[in-house]
Every structure is written in structure tokens, then in C-alpha cells.
């Protein structure tokens, strides 16, 4: 089946303007997740929707960036005014729950952003 | 917070050698350690996982091993492959809180040469 899809794939983007990242999950996963991986790093969380209840922003790094998901659907990530040290791989992943056996999460191809 | 070390950050081993990534965690009541790997230009996959019940859990050529008292879990590869050449990712999960909110390490990236 599809796996979670994301686009664009690459965005370039000048400094103070705002980009939208799309995230397709795939059908059925309740969960899901955005994070952004700078050059040769690690996954950095930024923000995890589970079902209808309150997203867990916890992982954001500043009042810039905000993501919206519609029940189990697609989900945008928004960067306000983007800054150069926002330039990074944004990362989307889904999973059947959140816990428990069903919490695989099973990762998109990423949005590479560019911000001049 | 969960805070997860990953060492080495770089290996290269040759074809048919054995390869293995060690990382530690801070939370001990993390219960949950995925593994993933990342081919370039590609989002991470899971490759194995283990639960903090068990010790070790193998899947053909790869097995992951957990020290609870230690908070240590460790990679193996055996008989590794050009095609074995990727970033591996370790994580952990704290059963509290967001419950699937992984914590990543920083990654290894391991190179097969034949």
C-alpha cells in the first residue's frame, strides 16, 4: 500500500517568508509526527497529533512554526518568516497508535528546505 | 527529558565483517528502543525494535541487545553488505507523557567496503 507521502520534496525559499509542508499519513494511522533533521544530525520532535485530542507541541522551537491536521488526514507544517538556521529536512511519520504493539512509525521521504 | 548518546558516529567495516552501533538513555523508565536506518535521500525505516522485557531480539543478520541496568541497547550486523551502507538511527520511548514521542540519537553512519 501507500506509504506517508510529503511535499514539496525541496523547497527553496528566501529568508522572511513563509513555507507550507504537506504531509500525507498513510490511511488508517492515527498518529502522527513532524521532525526536522539538520545536516548530518539526529530527529529533532517538533509537534505529534494523536486522533482529535490536543496536539503535543512541545517540540517546536519557536511561536514561527505551527502545524494543523484535520482528524486523520493530511497535515501542514507552517514556518513563518523563515530564518537560515531554519534550512533543514522536515521529516513526517504516522503510526496505527500511539503505544502499545501498533506504534511503528513509518516515515515519509522528508522536504528538504533551503531558506537564502 | 530522555536524552540518547549514539557512538560510534561514523564506521566502516568490510564486507562480510560484523558491524555494531552502541547507545545509551537517561530515562530508565524508557520501554521502548526502535532502530532505523537511513539510506541517502530517503526518510528513516525500521529495521528492528525491542521492548525492555526481553534482552534480545534477533532478525536474520540483525539483532539488537538491551541492558536495562545499564540503560545501554546495542546494533549487531553480521556478514554485513555493501547495501547494509547507510545511517542508523537508535531511539528511545518513556512510557509517560506522549507516549510514541521518540527520542533519536544522533546517528551512525556505517560504510560497507567490498
Known amino acids: 500500500g501507500a506509504g506517508v507521502s510529503q511535499s514539496p520534496s525541496n523547497k527553496v525559499t528566501e529568508k522572511g517568508k513563509d513555507v507550507e509542508l504537506r504531509c500525507d499519513p498513510i490511511?488508517?494511522?492515527?498518529?502522527l509526527y513532524w521532525y526536522r533533521q539538520r545536516l548530518g544530525q539526529g530527529l529533532e520532535f517538533l509537534i505529534y497529533?494523536?486522533?482529535?485530542?490536543?496536539?503535543?507541541k512541545s517540540g517546536l522551537p519557536s511561536d514561527r512554526f505551527s502545524a494543523e491536521r484535520t482528524g486523520e488526514s493530511v497535515s501542514t507544517l507552517t514556518i513563518q518568516r523563515t530564518q537560515q538556521e531554519d534550512s533543514a529536512v522536515y521529516l513526517c511519520a504516522s503510526s496505527r497508535q500511539s503505544g502499545g504493539r501498533r506504534e511503528t512509525q513509518y516515515f515519509g521521504p522528508g522536504t528538504r528546505l533551503l531558506v537564502l | 527529558g530522555e536524552n540518547v548518546e549514539q557512538h560510534p558516529s561514523t564506521l566502516s567495516v568490510q564486507e562480510g565483517d560484523s558491524a555494531v552501533i552502541k547507545c545509551t538513555y537517561s530515562d530508565s523508565a524508557s520501554n521502548y528502543f526502535p532502530w532505523y536506518k537511513q539510506e541517502l535521500g530517503k526518510g528513516p525505516q525500521l529495521i528492528i525494535d525491542?521492548?525492555?522485557?526481553?534482552g534480545e531480539k534477533k532478525d536474520q543478520r540483525i539483532a539488537v541487545t538491551l541492558n536495562k541496568t545499564a540503560k545501554h541497547f546495542s546494533l549487531h550486523i553480521t556478514e554485513t553488505q555493501p547495501e547494509d551502507s547507510a545511517v542508523y538511527f537508535c531511539a528511545a520511548r518513556p512510557p509517560t507523557g506522549t507516549a510514541s514521542k521518540l527520542t533519536f540519537g544522533t546517528g551512525t553512519r556505517l560504510q560497507v567496503t567490498l
Open positions: 497529533f494523536q486522533g482529535n485530542s490536543a496536539p503535543d
Open positions: 525491542i521492548r525492555s522485557n526481553v
Open positions: 490511511s488508517g494511522h492515527t498518529a
